[in-house]
């Protein structure tokens, strides 16, 4: 397999990856009812969170957690938890309406970023995929590390561009998403995904 062969097969399956529903997607979807820019800083933090699991993975260090049942229980947990506080804050305490005002909207996209790099960072599962997923698809002849975290960075970029798709479909429902009603549903309806993806990820498997 040719290195263009290698990155259009990539693609397409890093494609079909990115489109599946998960996490980060609720996560970019509660932000964006905030506004555009918390949703941009939510996906840049899950970005980021993809590039450091990347380079971790490049480097040999995600082998520890596909090597080591108990480093991947220890992330394991702390991203379930993680998830269910986030997910319970927002069932029992979910806005009564959007933040207005430049001083909040900047803590906002400050939060959004940070519990997009966090949730990123404390899901074991990104690097488990990077780790048994990126070497399929690498061709001989080149440096694996540095193709693997080029690969990685590939699939970053599908989810920016996925992200991106999802925020400007949101833009359009701004005065609709912002009537309090649908802020507190929207943000129980995210606790609801939390909450079960954080119960998936404490009940996975490192296999």
């Given at each position: 397999m040719t290195i263009t062969q290698s990155l259009i097969a990539f693609t397409a399956a890093a494609t079909v990856l990115t489109l599946t529903p998960g996490v980060d997607t609720a996560m970019v979807l509660r932000n964006a009812a905030t506004g555009p820019r918390s949703a941009v800083f939510?996906?840049?933090g899950i970005g980021l969170g993809c590039l450091i699991w990347g380079g971790a993975v490049s480097l040999g260090l995600g082998a520890l957690l596909a090597a080591?049942?108990?480093a991947f229980t220890i992330v394991?947990?702390?991203?379930?938890a993680y998830l269910l506080y986030l997910g319970v804050g927002l069932l029992l305490r979910?806005?009564?309406?959007?933040?207005?005002?430049?001083?909040?909207?900047?803590?906002?996209?400050?939060e959004?970023?940070?519990?997009?790099?966090?949730t990123n960072l404390l899901n074991p599962k990104v690097g488990v995929f990077y780790i048994t997923f990126l070497p399929q698809f690498i061709p001989t002849?080149?440096?694996?590390?540095g193709f693997s975290f080029v690969l990685a960075g590939v699939h970053v970029v599908l989810g920016m561009l996925w992200f991106a798709v999802l925020i400007a479909a949101t833009i359009p429902?701004?005065?609709?998403?912002?009537?309090p009603r649908v802020?507190?549903?929207?943000d129980r309806l995210t606790g609801g995904v939390f909450i079960a993806f954080g119960l998936k990820l404490a009940l996975s498997r490192q296999g």
């Open positions: 939510a996906a840049i080591s049942e108990t394991k947990w702390a991203g379930a979910p806005r009564a309406a959007l933040a207005v005002g430049n001083a909040t909207t900047g803590g906002s996209a400050r959004a970023f940070t519990g997009g790099l966090v002849g080149v440096d694996p590390a429902l701004g005065r609709f998403l912002a009537r802020v507190k549903t929207m």
